[in-house]
């Protein structure tokens, strides 16, 4: 019933306001899109250009292997009983070298990362150091609109001690010691990062993210990914090149594939469908793309796929379990799953 309401309110507003305004304004409207997709295709080609770069110049290094790895949903947008959710992130990761937090979801901003750290029972002492996928304010909880963005941690995981906290693009923080990643690098506690992966977003410009990864014992690399702004492919590349006789064994987070729908609206907009694309307005990932991402997670032969809801609509999830010649879990809030 709420989902009806959502949607008709949206078609409303779209048929008495929107429409209008767009047909008022074309002459205006129609030359900046026009000016705006030229300009963004140049964008693109130059962010394909900074990618390669930093993939060619990566060196390959060893990792050091990790006995375990339990890896703790803190936000998702799926939830156990008695958790919350909401389409955000926030993962903790232990190993026998250590632990990570990686992302805070909406942090300050929303209790939903703090209502469900309170009840996994993870203490602030328990987190060596944090990592932050990308500067969105699902995964960092940084404000939205404004020019210099800052970290705030949440009380119930600060300390009086500022730890390291890995990111990849320049930022500032009260509570941490950032460290800007300009390439890959050991981060510590049995991690790596793939240093920053740019992607082009059509009307939010472009965005740094980067991805964790792993080696498990008589196992192979365990890649986790924050939204997958810069596509699983581009990512993996770069995995290949950083450790580059290893099975890709497990790959974990987001693929951002909201084809049908978005998780996150705001008066019926599907935001994720429109801003968190790379594509030119009004193209959106389609299914088409999803089959070429299938095609390629199958030629790498990974054995397990552990993908977050929040980026990714059921449809593709669906689509993904089906295709993909893997084992298939849909990440839970509340849930911690041994890799």
Known sequence: ??????????????????????????????????????????????????????INSAVPFEIEEIEFLNLSVIVD??????????????????????????????????????????KIGL???????????????????????????????????????????YVPEFCTSDDLKIIVTTKPMVIGSGFATTGPLRRELFYLNNIEEQAIITKIRNKGILILTGCGHPTIEVIVKMVKKMVPNEPIYAIVGGL??????????????????????????????????????????????VKKLLLSAHDTCDKALKLLEEGVEAKFTVLRAGNTYIL
């Open 1 to 54: 019933m709420v989902a009806r309401l959502t949607t008709r309110i949206f078609h409303l507003w779209w048929w008495t306001s929107y429409l209008p305004a767009l047909i008022i304004s074309s002459p205006i409207i129609l030359p900046y899109l026009f000016l705006k997709n030229y300009q963004f295709k140049k964008r693109i080609q130059r962010t394909n250009q900074q990618n390669n770069i930093r």
């Open 77 to 118: 947008f799926y939830f156990q009983e008695g958790y919350k959710g909401n389409p955000a992130v926030s993962y903790y990761l232990e190993t026998n070298k250590g632990s990570l937090l990686m992302d805070i979801g909406f942090g300050n901003q929303n209790p939903v990362f703090s209502f469900n750290v309170n």
């Open 123 to 165: 203490f602030e002492k328990q987190i060596d150091k944090f990592i932050f996928s990308h500067l969105h304010s699902d995964h960092a909880g940084v404000s939205v609109g404004k020019k210099e963005k800052e970290i705030s941690l949440p009380d119930i995981v600060k300390t009086t001690n500022k730890r390291s906290a």
């Open 256 to 301: 951002h594939f909201p084809i049908s729908e978005s998780r996150g609206k705001i008066w019926g907009v599907p935001f994720q469908q429109v801003l968190g694309t790379g594509k030119p307005f009004p193209k959106k990932i389609t299914l088409k793309d999803l089959s070429k991402t299938i095609k390629f997670l199958n030629s790498i032969k």
